[in-house]
């Protein structure tokens, strides 16, 4: 089908017509001259993928949502939806859908001394961070500054100082949302535990739209301190020792994010620790098993004081505005000191010097707290993300040739996927792969209760393997 040909669905021109008149955001059909400024706006990727949704509605509120839900069932189109954007695979791109953008849902309410904030799904992690810091409060933001909460926090939301504060939606306390019979309801754990518990991890496979969370804030580390350690690539197989006998040693409060760069970077290798104490000598101390690789570093950086803003600016550079993306994540039962040495050698030979590589330990588990229970249910020792970033089209081929090379050569390693961020359009059954198997039947029950007929576009490549 012609992309700028409007959709020849059962959908009359009477019918679009009168969900004009029903809402009051703007509604882009497709085949009109601004839908393609609109679908792109869907995508903070560059790399816009080629579906063409049937139209987008920038909502302006839940009743506009509600409106719009309601028509959309009675029409039998599919709804997808897009808070900010940053899904790596572009999940609100959906053929033939009714996209709603919740772009406008930008309220932001703190309740400092209930330490609770309302938010809308479209606010984003700097504002939030920097709000809650005046009040001396935090919350697990994501790790760059133009991220959305929507995504962020129904995908499960792996945040700055997680080993402390936990997943981003284990604090969420309640939320609202608009159903598949377009009603508008309030969910929280004693009320609703059914929709409650997908909300919380179900990511882009949950069959609602959240238009506003109710978050449990956190008192501010008062002494946050970044320490920022460079090797050289011919040291990567040499770390592994040290960087095991750290991880063996490290607390829930210190965060380490291994990176890896191509040759063609001016990086090779850090190593990106940050401590979140209250008091200075705390956040040190926290720091100090890291004596051993700093005396094998070829520069080291910090200790520095940093606030949340300045954590989200220090990673959100690695991922600046406008590039192209081809993204894939996978869990490994592996140590990260393990697995950093095939990372560095995987990206020596990416196609662009802006890719990273990057190994994250998991927060060591407390067996007195395990995971709550919610759909976010996989837990592993390792976080791997391969995150391919290029500017000119022109280099599309050669650059997700290199993302599929090495996503062959990990597989055997995968031992799961993170919904947030992995590309749901890999392969087949990847949604499936991205929750522990009662937790995904859970939530295929779910749906068919939820949303009988499918209003909510779902997991993409639904079907036998995603159901
Ligand atoms: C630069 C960058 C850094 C990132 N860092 C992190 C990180 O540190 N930790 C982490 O956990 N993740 C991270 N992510 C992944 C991010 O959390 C997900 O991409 C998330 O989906 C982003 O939220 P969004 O609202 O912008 O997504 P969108 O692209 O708008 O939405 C993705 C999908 O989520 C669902 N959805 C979104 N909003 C709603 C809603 N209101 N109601 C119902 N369904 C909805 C829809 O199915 C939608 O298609 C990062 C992504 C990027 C691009």
């Keep these: 089908m012609n992309p700028s040909e409007p959709v020849k669905g ?26 393609e400024d609109a679908r792109r706006a869907l995508s903070w990727n560059a790399r816009v993928p080629s579906r063409h949704p049937a139209a987008i509605l920038r909502a302006t509120d839940a009743d506009d949502i509600a409106v719009a839900v309601r028509w959309a069932a009675e029409q039998e189109l599919r709804v997808a939806l897009r808070s900010g954007g940053h899904s ?9 859908a009714l996209v709603l953008d919740l772009g406008a849902l930008r309220t932001l309410e703190i309740d400092a001394a209930a330490r609770v904030a309302r938010a809308g799904p479209a606010v984003e992690n700097l504002r939030l961070a920097t709000s809650l810091a005046r009040e001396g409060l935090a919350f697990p933001v994501g790790h760059c500054p133009s991220v959305a909460l929507g995504g962020y926090l129904l995908s499960g939301g792996f945040g700055w100082n997680s080993g402390i504060f936990g997943p981003a939606c284990a604090r969420v306390r309640a939320l609202e949302i608009v159903d598949a019979r377009g009603e ?19 990511g882009a496979g949950f069959f609602g739209v959240a238009t506003s969370f109710e978050l449990e804030l956190a008192p501010l580390p008062r002494a946050i301190r970044v320490l920022s350690l ?4 011919a040291h990567a197989e040499a770390l592994e020792a040290d960087l095991a006998e750290l991880l063996a040693r490290r607390s829930a409060a210190l965060e380490l994010s291994l990176l890896a760069f191509p040759a063609s970077s001016a990086h090779e290798l850090q190593l990106l620790a940050v401590a979140f104490g209250d008091r200075e000598s705390e956040a040190l101390e926290l720091l100090a098993p890291l004596s051993p690789l700093a005396a094998r570093a070829r520069h080291v950086e910090g200790p520095h004081p940093a606030s949340f803003a300045d954590l989200l600016h220090r990673l959100g550079a690695f991922f600046p505005e406008g590039r192209r993306h081809g993204v894939d994540v996978f869990y490994a039962e592996r140590s990260a000191a393990a697995l950093f040495g095939s990372v560095a050698a995987a990206l020596r030979d990416a196609p662009s010097p802006h890719s990273l590589g990057m190994v994250v330990p998991a927060p060591p588990l407390d067996p007195a707290a ?17 995150y391919a970033q290029w500017e000119d089209a022109h280099d599309d081929a050669a650059n997700l040739a290199w993302l599929e090379v090495q996503r062959t050569r990990f597989r055997p390693l995968a031992c799961g996927h993170y919904v947030g961020e992995t590309d749901l359009y890999a392969e087949e059954g990847r949604a499936r792969r991205c929750f522990a198997p009662p937790a995904f039947e859970r939530l295929c029950e779910l749906r068919e209760r939820w949303d009988p007929r499918g209003v909510f576009a779902g997991f993409p490549l639904s079907g036998a393997a995603n159901r």
Excluded at 10 to 35: C, I, K, N
Excluded at 88 to 96: F, N, S, Y
Excluded at 230 to 233: A, M, V
């Design 230 to 233: 460079e090797f050289s690539r």
């Design 370 to 386: 395990p995971l709550a229970d919610m759909a976010l249910s996989l837990y592993a020792p390792s976080f791997v993300g391969l």
């Design 10 to 35: 059962r959908t009359s021109a009477a019918a679009w017509s009168a969900l004009r008149t029903q809402v009051r955001g703007l509604l882009f059909r497709r085949g009109e001259p601004s839908y």
């Design 184 to 202: 508008r309801l309030r969910l929280d754990a004693r009320s609703s535990p059914e929709l409650f518990w997908a909300a919380r991890g179900a």
């Design 88 to 96: 790596w695979c572009g999940a609100a791109l959906r053929e033939d």
